[in-house]
Structures are given as structure tokens and as C-alpha cells.
């Protein structure tokens, strides 16, 4: 085998986070040509000694391969290998990207255009429950549905999939809003800040936690 021009310097692993050897390639057949039993910086220099014709080390930012290739082959170039060249430069990107973050909402802003005006507040109705809620408008269909079917209580349960305690209550009921009671009055929650993005959401059909 003719002596290598170019040769990549990497480590690999025979048994991960305990043991560890380094593995030389040549760069320019893309073939791996040797591999050593450790990874210091004397056995690196031993093995690059012995073939003077090495002009370029392709090696990662390790030290000891740094020290190994500056003591085996002085005259040799060395150079970051490809895959470390983009990981660095996508580290830099995204540290780039984060410290500038506040700008590039800015532009964003700026490309879309002024924020619409908010549409003014509705009047609140006599309901605890405005149009748009989940548990109001299925509430409101059941009860409809309870109205419009005009059959006994016992077929309505089966028809709607509805427990008997619950085709009582919608039947007792004058209007739907009588129905929002106990736990679901209009009472102050921790998610009151997140219901339009949750009821969002939930109208997209994601609706599985």
C-alpha cells in the first residue's frame, strides 16, 4: 500500500466512556489504513514518525491528537475534518441566531405589517358560559338534541350514549344555562390565560394531550 497523503485522525471506542484507541485513515481513498490501541499523543507521534510523506492531518480539536501530529509530523498541515467544520458552524449559527433574536422579531413584525386593531369586546350575555366554549356549545347541542327527539328518557339515553342521571338533567332543564352549575361556573382558573389558545387548539383537532 503506497504511503498516505493525507490522513483523518479520529477516536473510536472498544467498550464507550471507559476505553478508548484512534483510528487513522486515508483521507483521499477514503479507507481506514490503521488503528492504535490508545489514543495519547506519544503512539499518535510513533505512528506519524515512521511515514515521512504525510503532508495533510485531518484531525478533530482533541489535544492530544493535536500534540501527537505536531510532534510526529511538524512539516504536516492540520486541518479541521469536514463533520466538525459544519458542527461548529451550525454552534456558531444558533448562538448567533439566539443573540439576535429580539431583531429578527422585529422584522418579522415589520415584514407582515401593523398588528390588526382588536375587535372590540362583546357585550356579556346572562350566560356563564359564552358561545365558542367547548363545554357549553356540547351542552347546548345535547340539550337540543334532548328537545328535538320527543322520545322516553330511556330511549334518549341509549340514542345519545347519555347516563340517566344526565338525560334527567337535561330534560328538568328550561334553557341550557341552567345546566352550568357547580364546577362549571364562570369561576377563576389558572387557565384562564391559555382557553382561547386551548379552544384554538382543540378546534384544529388536536385534541389528545
Not at 119 to 143: C, I, K, Q
Not at 169 to 183: N, V
Request: glycine letters at 6%; charged letters at 25%.
Amino acid at each position: 500500500m503506497a504511503a498516505p497523503r493525507v490522513v483523518g485522525v479520529n477516536e473510536y471506542a472498544t467498550r464507550k466512556g471507559r476505553h478508548y484507541g484512534t483510528v487513522l485513515v486515508d483521507i483521499e481513498i477514503r479507507r481506514p489504513i490503521d488503528l492504535l490501541p490508545d489514543r495519547e499523543a506519544s503512539s499518535l507521534a510513533a505512528w506519524l514518525a515512521e511515514r515521512p510523506g504525510i503532508e495533510v492531518i485531518c484531525r478533530d480539536h482533541a489535544p492530544f491528537f493535536a500534540e501527537g501530529a505536531a510532534a510526529g509530523t511538524p512539516q504536516a498541515v492540520q486541518v479541521a475534518d469536514r463533520w466538525h467544520l459544519w458542527h461548529n458552524l451550525s454552534e456558531a449559527a444558533e448562538r448567533a441566531v439566539a443573540q439576535h433574536r429580539n431583531c429578527l422579531r422585529e422584522l418579522v413584525r415589520a415584514a407582515h405589517g401593523p398588528e390588526p386593531e382588536p375587535a372590540p369586546e362583546e357585550e356579556p350575555s346572562g350566560s356563564p358560559w359564552p358561545t365558542g366554549h367547548r363545554f357549553a356549545d356540547r351542552t347546548r347541542a345535547r340539550h337540543a338534541a334532548l328537545l328535538e327527539a320527543g322520545h322516553s328518557r330511556r330511549l334518549i339515553q341509549r340514542q345519545l350514549g347519555m347516563t340517566w342521571r344526565t338525560v334527567k338533567q337535561l330534560a328538568d332543564a328550561a334553557a341550557p344555562e341552567e345546566l352550568f352549575t357547580g364546577q362549571w361556573q364562570n369561576r377563576p382558573s389558572a387557565l384562564d390565560d391559555y382557553k382561547p389558545y386551548l379552544d384554538d387548539r382543540w378546534n384544529e383537532g388536536f385534541t389528545n394531550a
